[in-house]
């Protein structure tokens, strides 16, 4: 910076407000990156007694559909495979949001031939559904072979559709997650200007992740706050047993109410200084 | 077992069948009067979907023209091209409807494979162009649900209403905005399940008129292959084929006349 003093930029106490809820946030509940896609890959595969599913998400970078995560022996191959945003039965899903079922896949067998081709995997039978929101389509969930002898219904198709509905809810919520640390890493530079020099040495963002933990360091530093200490208390509630947690949260509703009456008296008395 | 079927297709189930009956306005009209020869000769239906493989023997040569949707920026064009599918979805559709109507003429316009981004806009000048080309019947077995293009959807069903072209359109599975499927004007169809192309329910109660064979249909896919296929863009297809005899046999049929003459035709639910 030229000319002026710099003096302390007024941003800077909202980003630390920022930090510390975005810090709290993930002491409160973990980052969940491809947990939460293993996990749902791994549920459909249960819920519908397949014998693999698999999950591809659209890479807005590429414009292609990557598959991410794979539940079953035989779904493996799939993952990290790359297609056409509108290639093959996953494309098309993906570009129209219908959902398909296939049977007898491997019957024909050039269409099977196709298919091993690209994932080394010919199912007997497939369900495709969009990951779709109210927001739009993140990408698609297959359920492939169904265990015994039935072909999947339509019933199947419409559970498919409405469990990738709840999924893709997830999905979003784990991504906000990400990008709100990511925004908040690209505010802080920008603001404080402390960018590593060279970024492409640092892929992973390590420098800014210092960063981030030197402002929460700060923070905590300031001493009493007591946040801190209630949202540790609480991550540590993730494994209490689930009726003791009635009671922990009518407690917290007391505090709540507590807070909210000094805040109020706080306000009177402030009020009534100024008179 | 009505508790097998998604919601779409529920009231097509056949312990709900009953609850389909009405009044029968038009006990003159039977399939044989409706559907004529059934051979649909010089129909034109356009197949809005992602392309048509014209050498496919299911399509038996009906193909006529093929066209895509291509994309710079926010300016779409339509321009010639190769009787492909890079998918099976369009070949499927049209199999279906050369099928139940093997004197119709295709036309296939493919909207897929643009950039993702567009797709919306693509599906809308794609669906545009087969109102503008001669097609009397548009399968669109997709949907759009893009909010940005309601207005566009909606003046494009209304412009294929006024211009005498009929749009039959897949049902979404789920109970999301779906353009323009959800359009009053429009045949919207959702899969029943009874393994047999001559059985379609009617529903008196909208938005979803019309129950067709959409459960485990053998239909052509790619790379002249088949396969068997489920959901609501197979049933769609065959509700085309039906009005296409429809428009063969009555050419001076409205949408609207075409669309009561397959409810009056549609199998009887007891």
Redesign the interface.
Known sequence: MTGAPAGPDPLVPTLHAVAVRVEAARRLVPPAGTAVLRSIVEATAALFGAEAASLALHDPATGRLVFQVAAGEQGQAVVGLAIGSSEGVAGYVFSTGQPLALSDVARDARFGREAAEQTGYVPRSLIAVPLVDDVGILGVLEVLDKRGDGAFDLRDVELATVFARQATVAIRASRIERDTAALLRAVLVAVDGAAPADSAADPEGAALDALIAAEVARLDADGDDPLWAIADEIARLRTTDPGQLELVRDLLAVLVRRAERGRLGRARSADAEAR | MS?????W?EPFAADHRADLRRMAPFERIDRSWAFGDGAADGVVVAVVD?GVEGDHPAVGGALRESVRVELHGDDAQIVPDEPID????GTACAGIIHGLAPGATILSVRV?????RG?GLAFATGLEWAIEHGASIVNL?????SESLFATFHDLVDRAYFANVLLVC?A???A?A?YPSLFASVVSVA?H?VRDPDVWFYNPRPPVEFGAY???VDVA?????????????FAAPHITGLAARVRATHPGATPFEVKTILAATATATG
Request: hydrophobic share 40%.
């Open positions: 508790t097998a079927l998604p919601a297709s992602s890079a998918v099976g979805h897929l494979g643009a950039d993702n797709k077995s997709l949907s759009s649900r897949a979404n599975n789920v999301v779906s899969a399940d959409g459960l485990d896919w790619k790379a002249a292959s088949r396969i068997v296929a489920t959901g609501n863009s």
